[in-house]
């Protein structure tokens, strides 16, 4: 049986460079040492949500975009994409501190669903809030060395097939 496991990439870098190293296939080989694997665009579009009030009409989510390739795809690179992270989703990455991390680690579904009452969340192992501050914390950090170097936050998602 075929099934399809989702890898992802955060790392600090320029979009058009990193554009041109993805359209070359090569991005994943020139990652820098700083950069984190994370679990895909569900937490970082839930934490996108956090950042703008929970989910609401009025919510404005908008912090991680797609970096279209340049050119014709090429079917050998299906599954392959790059996103950029907005300048002011990195700029509330890089202001978190210790005490909202875990803040948001610890309420996750409450700050989501602030309309929601508390007895109505869904639960969640203490092994996924492990995980989930670990990969906020390095993305913080990650956060915070793109805007001292002057580059943006990226994201590199590859699909693969795995039998």
């Not at 969340?121 to 793109?146: D, G, H, I, W």
Request: charged share 25%.
């Amino acid at each position: 049986m075929e099934r399809i496991r989702r890898f992802a990439t955060a790392f600090p870098g320029h979009p058009d460079v990193a554009r041109e190293q993805y359209v070359g296939d090569v991005l994943m080989a020139r990652l820098s040492q700083k950069a984190c694997i994370v679990p895909g665009l569900d937490m970082l579009s839930d934490l996108d949500v956090i950042f703008c009030g929970g989910h609401s009409k009025a919510a404005r989510v908008s912090g991680i975009s797609l970096v279209p390739a340049d050119g014709p795809r090429n079917p050998q690179r299906r599954g392959r994409y790059l996103y950029l992270f907005s300048q002011e989703f990195c700029e509330r990455l890089a202001a978190l501190t210790d005490s909202r991390i875990h803040e948001i680690v610890s309420n996750w579904y409450g700050l989501l669903f602030r309309h929601v009452s508390s007895n109505q969340l869904p639960k969640y192992p203490e092994q996924r809030s492990k995980y989930r501050k670990q990969t906020l914390c390095t993305l913080v950090e990650l956060a915070r060395v793109a805007i001292r170097d002057g580059q943006r936050l990226m994201l590199y998602v590859e699909l693969r097939r795995e039998r």
